[in-house]
Structure formats: C-alpha cells, structure tokens
C-alpha cells in the first residue's frame, strides 16, 4: 500500500429510534495533519471488499467495522 495513504475511520451501521440507518465513527485526526494538500482524497471500502487474511486479523484485533474510510494524508513519493 502506499505510505501515503491512512485508514482514518472505521464506521459502523448503527439504526436510530426512528429506524434510519447511519455510519457512525471518529476519524483519526493525526494522520489529517500531517497532510500538505488543500483537499483530501477519501474512499470507503465494505468491510467484505478487503483481502481474506487482512479481514480475519482485523476481526481479530477488537471487531471489524462495516466501512473502512482511506485518506491520502501526504504528497505520493
């Protein structure tokens, strides 16, 4: 993967009491500060899109969100 890129968030589909359905996370704010760029790049990835291996160790690791949000945090090398 490329050092410029971060993962930054990990949502979760939470339902409100009205029955709306919402991402809901905290962004990692360090890895926005280190940016030089005047916008950021995102994308969001379902969980289900990542890699096999990647998926189980993160589950693993404390849960898995349902989206994984990516920023490029940097200029590219």
């Not at 410029?4 to 990692?28: C, F, H, P, R």
Request: aromatic share 2%; no cysteine; hydrophobic share 40%.
């Amino acid at each position: 993967m490329n050092p410029a890129i971060d993962l930054i968030s990990g949502l979760k589909k939470v339902k409100t009491e009205d029955g709306a359905e919402q991402y809901v996370g905290s962004i990692n704010v360090k890895s926005l500060k280190r940016t030089t760029q005047a916008e950021i790049r995102i994308l969001l990835v379902q969980s289900e899109a990542l890699p096999k291996g990647l998926h189980e160790m993160m589950r693993k690791g404390g849960g898995m969100p349902d989206l994984l949000m990516f920023a490029e945090s940097g200029d590219k090398p």
